[in-house]
């Protein structure tokens, strides 16, 4: 899979718009475009922010597999957060980094929506 493809899917997962991407790379969203379809050549530092952005580490962005990530076996019931104090401590370290690294994101796109929101109002 070409990394345009790869960084592609990995903003869908995450659930993030072009526009926001762009934003945080400082760039316009056709200019993002150009990199997910393969147009744009990416340097280590592009590469590095646009993880950074995704919150993981550059290494997974570059070999990222879809269908080894869509092959790891999930467990069958997922712990409200609410019950994981009188549950016990069900995460991993790693799968509490994703998730507070998954939250922080949206709340900054939720927040860049609402400037975006504002200023067309």
Do not use: W
């Not at 050549?41 to 590469?47: C, F, Q, S």
């Not at 580490?57 to 999930?74: G, H, M, T, Y």
């Amino acid at each position: 899979m070409k990394l345009g493809l790869k960084i592609k899917k990995i903003r869908e997962l995450r659930n993030l718009t072009q526009e926001y991407v762009a934003y945080q790379l400082g760039i316009s969203q056709s200019s993002y475009c150009r990199i997910e379809k393969g147009k744009t050549k990416l340097g280590y530092e592009r590469i590095n922010k646009i993880a950074g952005i995704f919150g993981i580490d550059p290494q997974i962005l570059i070999n990222f597999e879809e269908s080894a990530f869509f092959n790891i076996p999930i467990q069958s019931e997922m712990i409200q957060p609410e019950f994981e104090k009188a549950l016990g401590n069900n995460y991993s370290d790693i799968e509490r980094r994703y998730f507070e690294n998954l939250i922080k994101h949206v709340e900054e796109e939720v927040n860049f929506m609402r400037n975006v929101l504002n200023r067309l109002l």
